[in-house]
Nanobody, 125 residues
Framework: DVQLQASGGGVVQAGGSLRLSCATS????????IGWFRQAPGKRRERVSA????????FYSDSAKGRFTISSDNSKNTVYLQMSSLKPEDTAIYYC??????????????????WGQGTLVTVSS
């Protein structure tokens, strides 16, 4: 039973920082691509960042590049997203999800129902 649980969201001022955590279970951690997508009211789902723990390859959206850093702690089966220089447009519910490889992740072919309720990030101006 593949499960991923996001945590670490909160309310911050523009320009501030947050670190999100994605705790995983039910699959072999380093066989998958794991990353973050977000969704805000009235907007489509948006990919943010992903990593393949096996080799450390990463993906960042144009919005995330230069501000966010994704990493993995393979001993804890956990992925982190360090977010800095936050902007009001970053406000969204953030989810972490897994796919069988990077190609699948970029195509949003996530493992069915593997993500939970997500974590809310609110950036105020």
């Amino acid at each position: 039973d593949v499960q991923l649980q996001a945590s670490g969201g909160g309310v911050v001022q523009a320009g501030g920082s947050l670190r999100l955590s994605c705790a995983t279970s039910g699959f072999t951690f380093d066989d998958y691509a794991i990353g973050w997508f977000r969704q805000a009211p009235g907007k489509r789902r948006e990919r943010v960042s992903a990593i393949t723990p096996k080799d450390g390859e990463t993906f960042y959206s144009d919005s995330a590049k230069g501000r966010f850093t994704i990493s993995s702690d393979n001993s804890k089966n956990t992925v982190y997203l360090q977010m800095s220089s936050l902007k009001p447009e970053d406000t969204a519910i953030y989810y972490c999800a897994a796919a069988v490889d990077f190609i699948a992740w970029l195509g949003e072919a996530f493992i069915h129902d593997s993500w939970g309720q997500g974590t809310l990030v609110t950036v105020s101006s």
